[in-house]
Nanobody, 119 residues
Framework: QVQLVESGGGLVQPGGSLRLSCAASGRIFSIYAMGWYRQAPGKQREFVAAITSGGSTNYADSVKGRFTISRDNAKNAVFLQMNSLKPEDTAVYYC?????????????WGQGTQVTVSS
């Protein structure tokens, strides 16, 4: 059984910063891409950022220059540093990872962490 556990969400004022963390645990042989998605009320889940095992990154246009994704392969963890936050960044943020276990390779999701940007 593989689990992804996120932390670091909360309430922040516009222009502020937050750092999200996500750690994978369980019977993991290898982790390929890791990333973050978000879902605002009444909207579909959308891509935010992703990082490969080799460190290549990709960002949604809406967060480029403000968010930075990184990972610690030794700890099976991925991070999202969010700066210059805007009210439109308010959403539940979900961690995603493509993982090879002892059985198969598949996509796994965390439970989500709330980020609220408001004055």
């Amino acid at each position: 059984q593989v689990q992804l556990v996120e932390s670091g969400g909360g309430l922040v004022q516009p222009g502020g910063s937050l750092r999200l963390s996500c750690a994978a645990s369980g019977r993991i042989f290898s982790i390929y891409a890791m990333g973050w998605y978000r879902q605002a009320p009444g909207k579909q889940r959308e891509f935010v950022a992703a990082i490969t095992s080799g460190g290549s990154t990709n960002y949604a246009d809406s967060v480029k220059g403000r968010f930075t994704i990184s990972r610690d392969n030794a700890k099976n963890a991925v991070f999202l540093q969010m700066n210059s936050l805007k009210p439109e960044d308010t959403a539940v943020y979900y961690c995603h990872a493509n993982i090879l276990t002892g059985v198969a390779r598949g996509d796994y999701w965390g439970q989500g962490t709330q980020v609220t940007v408001s004055s």
